[in-house]
Nanobody, 127 residues
Framework: QVQLIESGGGSVRPGGSLRLSCTVS????????MAWFRQAPGKEREFVAFIGTDTNDMGYGDDVKLRFSISRDDTKNTLSLQMSSLKPEDTAVYYC????????????????????WGQGTQVTVSS
């Protein structure tokens, strides 16, 4: 019954910005930890950013630190990812994901730690 739908992807030049959104239904969103992952052709799905039910609990992948910002709006059941200073290597399909409960803390950094996924939205960074 859980559904996640991403939006906001597109094509931008290097150095540009883009904001992704994910709307969540079928679950009490305010009680769920969430994350963004991305996957480029020929590569494994890569952790991008995590946010817990307490918004002070956040984390980022090494390649996106200081450039990306994750946030949530529990009144709108929405997860967001603000991306700045985009690079060609950021090109990928971006997915939002619902965290499994009752897992070790380290599971937040791997795809197997998540139970539900959106369809993904394409981000392309090129000159």
């Amino acid at each position: 019954q859980v559904q996640l739908i991403e939006s906001g992807g597109g094509s931008v030049r290097p150095g540009g910005s883009l904001r992704l959104s994910c709307t969540v239904s079928g679950i009490n969103f305010s009680l769920q930890s969430m994350a963004w992952f991305r996957q480029a052709p020929g590569k494994e799905r890569e952790f991008v950013a995590f946010i817990g039910t307490d918004t002070n609990d956040m984390g980022y992948g090494d390649d996106v630190k200081l450039r990306f910002s994750i946030s949530r709006d529990d009144t709108k059941n929405t997860l967001s990812l603000q991306m700045s200073s985009l690079k060609p290597e950021d090109t990928a399909v971006y997915y939002c994901a619902l965290k499994k409960s009752g897992q070790w803390r380290a599971s937040r950094y791997v795809a197997t730690g998540y139970s539900d996924w959106g369809q993904g939205t394409q981000v392309t960074v090129s000159s």
